[in-house]
């Protein structure tokens, strides 16, 4: 099985990523306007800065050789497809839970971008950077600044971090570590964001604010790969049946 690697996109050669609707929930914005969207968001704000090149594509079927990235209703419904981070072919997925999205009174979009920008950057959740004190801090692209956003196109795309927010060292004066420059140092997170961090072997999530807490708490995580990055450091990573 060829699987690919955390952290390989665009260094093994180009990456396609299907992009599949399988929802019957309205996902807000018509499926091409959407993927054209996300792309153009990727070209223009995201590639400049982290420099790994995707092309994605509306399909029925993916290609054995692409990623997957599939809008479902809920988790329910995805929890036949393959494993959690990789198809049965061995590539990286990401998984949008389109009616549990709006039930939380989040966009599809934002959600969409979101996962877009992780999986391009850690495609299987396993990489974390850390800091001068030995706290890990997990690579999630978007998490510390998931509530703050900006539009493409007139729809809202997520804010996401800079290679420099998971650098543990002293910064010249005006440096972004994130998008749209709202963090002042490494490692930090808006009121709207929260962390996942690693110290003395144990994960735990850290919020912005307590507000962020109670919002988070009342979330539908499952199926998150947040929710499957703390199983796995817990050692407790259980992978679905194939049934493809």
């Not at 981070?85 to 549990?100: H, Y």
């Not at 920008?117 to 706290?135: C, K, R, V, Y």
């Not at 539009?151 to 060292?169: H, R």
Request: with cysteine; hydrophobic share 35%; aromatic share 12%.
């Amino acid at each position: 099985m060829n699987r690919i690697h955390a952290a390989q996109a665009g260094q093994g050669g180009p990456v396609s990523i299907a992009c599949i609707n399988k929802a019957q929930t309205n996902l807000g914005v018509p499926l091409n306007k959407l993927t054209a969207t996300l792309q153009k968001c990727f070209d223009q704000h995201f590639l400049p800065i982290w420099g790994y090149p995707v092309t994605l594509y509306n399909t029925d079927v993916a290609k054995s050789s692409d990623w997957q990235f599939i809008y479902f209703d809920d988790a329910d419904q995805a929890g036949a497809l393959g494993y959690h981070d990789l198809t049965k072919d061995g590539q990286p997925i990401s998984k949008i839970f389109v009616k549990t999205t709006l039930e939380d009174k989040q966009l599809v979009s934002v959600t969409a971008c979101h996962e877009l920008f992780e999986m391009t950057i850690d495609p299987i959740a396993n990489l974390w950077a850390e800091a001068s004190d030995g706290t890990e801090y997990a690579y999630e692209m978007c998490d510390p600044v998931e509530e703050d956003t900006f539009l493409v196109d007139g729809i809202q795309m997520s804010n996401f971090l800079y290679p420099t927010w998971f650098e543990p060292f002293k910064h010249r004066p005006g440096t972004k570590y994130d998008h749209l420059g709202l963090l002042k140092s490494p490692f930090s997170m808006t009121k709207g964001g929260y962390e996942i961090v690693k110290a003395n072997g144990k994960v735990k999530e850290v919020f912005g604010s307590a507000e962020k807490r109670k919002r988070f708490a009342k979330e539908n995580r499952v199926g998150h790969r947040s929710e499957y990055r703390k199983a796995e450091e817990a050692g407790q990573r259980i992978e679905a049946r194939r049934r493809r």
